[in-house]
Nanobody
Framework: QVQLVESGGGLVQPGGSLRLSCAAS????????MGWYRQAPGKERELVAT???????NLADSVKGRFTISRDNAKKTTSLQMNSLKPEDTAVYYC??????????????WGKGTLVTVSS
């Protein structure tokens, strides 16, 4: 069974920084995309950032220039460095891992989420 464990959420003042981390464990062998999504109260879950196994990244326009995603393929981890945080970044952040299976099939795995609150 695959588990994704997130860490690093918390309360931060506007303009501050946080670093989220996610570690995949269990029987997961071929990881494609890794990424982060977030869901604010009353809103739908939205993409924040993704990174391929080769290191190519994609970030939502709302976080470009402020957030950076990285990954360690050997350790099966991904991190999200969040700088210049704004109140509108307040949300539960979810780690997402796409496992590549045989014949082109994929399986998505989700973490339980970690709360990020940006408030003075």
């Amino acid at each position: 069974q695959v588990q994704l464990v997130e860490s690093g959420g918390g309360l931060v003042q506007p303009g501050g920084s946080l670093r989220l981390s996610c570690a995949a464990s269990g029987k997961i062998f071929n990881i494609g995309y890794m990424g982060w999504y977030r869901q604010a109260p009353g809103k739908e879950r939205e993409l924040v950032a993704t990174i391929t196994s080769g290191g190519s990244t994609n970030l939502a326009d709302s976080v470009k220039g402020r957030f950076t995603i990285s990954r360690d393929n050997a350790k099966k981890t991904t991190s999200l460095q969040m700088n210049s945080l704004k109140p509108e970044d307040t949300a539960v952040y979810y780690c997402n891992v796409v496992e590549q299976l045989v014949l082109g099939a994929v399986k998505q795995h989700w973490g339980k989420g970690t709360l990020v609150t940006v408030s003075s």
